[in-house]
């Protein structure tokens, strides 16, 4: 037997450290935030993926009153993006959220599960890396891509 370590290595930057594309991209990020459809969490996530095509797409997490009927951020950009540019490829997505009282939270939020995965089959499809930038009001965390985020992942079929 042998223990295997898998790591996660994120670079936590301020706003301003950040280049002038990424930080576009943070920008859209907070915006898509108002977006959001959230009366029964109240919890307010934008997400805005930048494509190689050089458009930003916008999504925002949607509520429905049938729960399992409601959609992540993540995965509303990012179905919206590749359903209306099915050639460009993703290069990188930022996450930004907002509380019930209306201020972005201090922590990164990072994607569920299912958006990681979801993400993660546009990354293969791309045949790069897609940086993932998760922005919090005090630090912002950049991961190198998506399969960083999901060790392990399913990627057989
Ligand atoms: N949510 C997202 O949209 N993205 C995340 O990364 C985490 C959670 C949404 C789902 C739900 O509408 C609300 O936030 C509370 O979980």
């Not at 995965?75 to 290069?91: E, G, Q």
């Not at 499809?125 to 392990?152: D, F, M, W």
């Amino acid at each position: 037997m042998k223990i295997k370590d898998i790591t996660l290595r994120l670079t936590v930057a301020d706003y301003a450290e950040l280049s002038e594309t990424d930080r576009a991209l943070v920008d859209a990020a907070r915006s898509a935030v108002s977006g959001s459809y959230a009366p029964y969490s109240n919890f307010h996530v934008g997400a805005a993926i930048r494509l190689d095509n050089g458009e930003i797409v916008k999504g925002a997490n949607q509520e429905n009153a049938a729960t399992p009927s409601s959609l992540c951020a993540e995965r509303t950009a990012a179905y919206w993006a590749h359903a209306n540019y099915p050639d460009a490829r993703f290069r990188a997505i930022a996450i930004a959220a907002r509380d019930g009282s209306g201020r972005e939270v201090v922590a990164p939020i990072s994607p569920c599960g299912a958006c990681r995965q979801a993400l993660l089959e546009y990354e293969t499809l791309a045949g790069t890396n897609v940086k993932v930038i998760l922005v919090g009001a005090g630090e912002i965390y950049v991961a190198p891509s998506v399969r960083s985020l999901l060790p392990l992942a399913f990627t057989e079929f």
